[in-house]
């Protein structure tokens, strides 16, 4: 095709299978690209302005709506940097019940990402729906894997969505001894599933465009950092505090995005699976290493679409590392705490891996314990100006070899390998290529 | 012939939509029984028109209630799916502040004044105030609360199936609470808006050690006076019922008044 001949004006609005209301614009003049814009629109919620009058304990509960999908990180987040301010410490029983909690929300939210919105690009059809009857079996096996994820969530929260029994310092009900260890079975039970999970993600062609960037995540000394660490930079090769989170995002705003950018060393920087991976590869379980060498990704991995092969790495390490948590649970048994805490006046700030990245909650409150002040920077908000970044390096690489089609897939389907979470960032997402 | 089924989101966590896509085991013998034509969160096909529209998310600005306006004309039955739509939910504590304010507070002078000069992104920041969907357009039935009840989504969607009307008994949550022998949440001296809410969700919150915050809206007949009478009685603090009455039920009227 002549080059002079690709004049595209590209418009998405309303970007499909993503969380979230975004919007891709390209404009290509004679195979030269003008302009790539990502804009978010989904409407403002102010979540950090309604929050200030509220109660400790009401925080976490209030700020788990930001999200569905990660409705648990969120409440991780907030609860620790609540507990952060008010100087609470917590036991050793309820850092293991959030730790399950957490990763309980990994498994379900990278499986919902990889068989339900990423996976019909790459077998090319619009939705999971049509695999029903032409792949039953991988529909079947995705249902039954986010329903396990699910009850897994459901026997430590009380729930799967906005859970409850959960709060400040520890748990309100603990779960059911007998449920965790049904939960066990089925984990164990699960592992076959989770084999063919690895195969057909393998049998997918990940697009092999790279773009090297700095990578941001959370890390431990002693563990693969998913509920707690700090602040990780590949460009630094050091870390930094969580309480200097404002240092690391260094937030703006763009008019076309009804969300907050970021950037910390360069123009931008990668939040989320791929960056946890390269940043932390060597604390992966040995089932987990083992599933990203037979996924051919090695570290580090400059490919943005490798994102969804790194959050199939995690659902492996997640599923491990929770029987060999739950083992913990069931040995040690679990015994009722105190949740009762003074207010004081204070501010904290915590931070959380979420499935889609680095989560920072911030808040401050007065000395009759009301909310005062109060900021959450997202993982997708971090992400965003990255994607655009990796849109504005792909589109000239792509445009000569690809139609107008297959550049737009191309283009949603780096957005979705971002799994981006628009609810969230915005304070977010629609396709739209212009002349 | 199948129903044109088609979910649709504003403002909110899109969390409703995942409660229905978490109904794992009966979700393909439901798939069998409607056409599903607009799924935004997790297909990418498009229709003209629908038979049931599930909305969920509050309306925010006048784009929103374009779209609303929009889809309510395409589809026979409207359902407001979750606490979003049904009466705003948490967001509608923001109706309490100004936009202007809040647009400062999260975004910063610099950017508000930023987005006046950019005309191209004005509808983008037309924030004005939370709205539940029938403060808009006629809504034919709610599925309540937040996140919504999956066995209420199935009854809701049986008995459209078999051409009759949903019906949700209007009791308060206090009717299934007492059925699971739970402690009564005021005689705990903490607040309780089970009394005036909408039941339907098996008490989930109290049954699990919390209490309930109304999340599924207040019953048409509700008693608001004897239920404040009631919570002064076990010493609540003003500050505190006022408090929770902003909480999940800002966008309505009783929400505005306490």
């Known amino acids: 095709?002549?080059?002079?001949?690709?004049?595209?004006?590209?418009?998405?609005?309303?970007?499909?299978?993503?969380?979230?209301?975004?919007?891709?614009?390209?404009?290509?003049?004679?195979?030269?690209?003008?302009?790539?814009?990502?804009?978010?629109?989904?409407?403002?919620?102010?979540?950090?302005?309604?929050?200030?009058?509220?109660?400790?304990?009401?925080?976490?509960?209030?700020?788990?709506?930001?999200?569905?999908?990660?409705?648990?990180?969120?409440?991780?987040?907030?609860?620790?940097?609540?507990e952060s301010a008010l100087g609470i410490e917590v036991s050793p029983q309820t850092v293991l019940l959030r730790k399950l909690l957490t990763e309980s929300q990994f498994m379900q939210s990278h499986l919902l990402h990889v068989y339900f919105l990423a996976v019909p690009d790459y077998l090319g059809v619009q939705s999971v729906l049509p695999l029903a009857k032409t792949h039953p079996e991988v529909v079947k096996r995705a249902l039954r894997l986010k329903?396990?994820?699910?009850?897994?969530?459901?026997?430590?929260?009380?729930?799967?969505?906005?859970?409850?029994?959960?709060?400040?310092?520890?748990w309100r009900k603990l779960p059911d001894l007998d449920a965790v260890a049904g939960l066990r079975k089925r984990l164990l039970d699960a592992i076959p599933d989770l084999k063919e999970t690895v195969r057909i993600m393998k049998t997918l062609k990940i697009p092999p465009y790279e773009r090297e960037?700095?990578?941001?995540?959370?890390?431990?000394?002693?563990?693969?950092?998913?509920?707690?660490?700090?602040?990780?930079?590949?460009?630094?090769?050091?870390?930094?505090?969580?309480?200097?989170?404002?240092?690391?995002?260094?937030?703006?705003?763009?008019?076309?995005?009804?969300?907050?950018?970021?950037?910390?060393?360069?123009?931008?920087?990668?939040?989320?699976?791929?960056?946890?991976?390269n940043?932390?590869?060597?604390?992966?379980?040995?089932?987990?290493?083992?599933?990203?060498?037979?996924?051919?990704?090695?570290?580090?991995?400059?490919?943005?679409?490798?994102?969804?092969?790194?959050?199939?790495?995690?659902?492996?390490?997640?599923?491990?590392?929770?029987?060999?948590?739950?083992?913990?649970?069931?040995?040690?048994?679990?015994?009722?705490?105190?949740?009762?805490?003074?207010?004081?006046?204070?501010?904290?700030?915590?931070?959380?891996?979420?499935?889609?990245?680095?989560?920072?909650?911030?808040?401050?409150?007065?000395?009759?314990?009301?909310?005062?002040?109060?900021?959450a920077v997202i993982p997708t908000s971090q992400n965003i100006n990255n994607v655009e970044q990796d849109m504005k390096a792909f589109v000239p690489e792509m445009l000569p070899g690809m139609s107008r089609e297959e550049l737009t897939l191309h283009m949603e389907m780096l957005l979705r390998a971002y799994d981006p979470c628009i609810s969230c960032s915005v304070h977010m997402l629609d396709v739209e290529f212009v002349d | 012939m199948k129903p044109k089924v088609a979910f649709f989101d504003f403002a909110s966590c899109e969390g409703c939509q995942l409660a229905i896509l978490?109904?794992?085991?009966?979700?393909?013998?439901?798939?069998?029984?409607?056409?599903?034509?607009?799924?935004?969160?997790?297909?990418?096909?498009?229709?003209?028109?629908?038979?049931?529209?599930?909305?969920?998310?509050?309306?925010?600005?006048?784009?929103?209630?374009?779209?609303?306006?929009n889809l309510r004309s395409r589809t026979t039955v409207l359902v407001a799916l979750g606490a979003c739509a049904c009466n705003g939910c948490v967001q509608a504590r923001s109706n309490f502040v100004a936009p202007a304010v809040n647009y400062e507070a999260v975004y910063g002078e610099d950017a508000r004044n930023r987005v006046q000069v950019d005309a191209d992104f004005w509808s983008l920041w037309s924030h004005t105030r939370v709205r539940p969907l029938d403060a808009v357009v006629k809504v034919d039935a709610y599925l309540r609360g937040c996140p919504v009840v999956p066995a209420e989504f199935l009854h809701l969607v049986k008995s459209m199936l078999r051409g009759t009307t949903p019906y949700f008994p209007p009791d308060a949550v206090c009717v299934e609470c007492k059925k699971n022998g739970n402690e009564c949440v005021l005689e705990r001296g903490e607040t309780c808006m089970g009394p005036i809410t909408w039941g339907g969700c098996n008490s989930i919150c109290v049954n699990n050690g919390y209490v309930c915050d109304g999340c599924r809206g207040t019953l048409p007949h509700a008693n608001i006076q004897s239920h404040i009478t009631l919570m002064r009685e076990h010493n609540i603090k003003d500050e505190d019922i006022r408090s929770r009455y902003r909480l999940f039920l800002g966008a309505e009227p009783i929400g505005r008044g306490v």
């Open chain 1, 213 to 277: 960037t700095e990578y941001v995540s959370l890390k431990h000394p002693d563990e693969y950092a998913l509920y707690d660490g700090a602040v990780y930079s590949s460009d630094t090769k050091s870390s930094v505090p969580v309480d200097e989170y404002r240092d690391v995002t260094n937030e703006f705003t763009v008019a076309h995005c009804t969300t907050k950018w970021s950037r910390w060393h360069r123009d931008s920087y990668f939040v989320g699976a791929l960056a946890r991976v």
């Open chain 2, 22 to 69: 978490n109904c794992e085991d009966i979700l393909l013998d439901i798939l069998n029984l409607v056409n599903l034509v607009e799924f935004r969160e997790a297909i990418s096909e498009k229709a003209p028109r629908y038979d049931i529209a599930f909305v969920e998310g509050s309306i925010h600005r006048d784009e929103d209630i374009e779209r609303l306006q």
């Open chain 1, 279 to 375: 940043n932390n590869f060597e604390q992966l379980l040995p089932e987990a290493k083992q599933a990203a060498d037979e996924l051919g990704l090695k570290v580090p991995c400059y490919n943005p679409y490798m994102n969804n092969v790194a959050q199939v790495v995690e659902v492996v390490h997640c599923a491990y590392n929770g029987v060999r948590m739950l083992d913990e649970v069931l040995g040690g048994g679990l015994k009722a705490e105190d949740v009762a805490y003074e207010v004081k006046a204070g501010r904290g700030v915590g931070s959380c891996e979420v499935p889609r990245g680095i989560l920072f909650h911030d808040y401050t409150f007065d000395e009759n314990g009301r909310c005062v002040d109060a900021n």
């Open chain 1, 1 to 82: 095709m002549d080059l002079r001949e690709k004049t595209f004006n590209i418009d998405v609005n309303h970007v499909t299978r993503v969380e979230g209301h975004g919007r891709i614009i390209v404009s290509t003049r004679e195979g030269a690209v003008k302009e790539v814009k990502l804009s978010i629109t989904e409407a403002n919620r102010f979540f950090e302005n309604f929050v200030k009058g509220m109660n400790p304990s009401q925080i976490p509960w209030i700020v788990s709506r930001i999200c569905g999908i990660c409705c648990v990180g969120h409440q991780m987040t907030a609860t620790k940097a609540v």
């Open chain 1, 147 to 170: 329903k396990l994820s699910n009850d897994y969530t459901t026997v430590f929260g009380g729930r799967m969505l906005h859970p409850m029994a959960n709060t400040l310092k520890g």
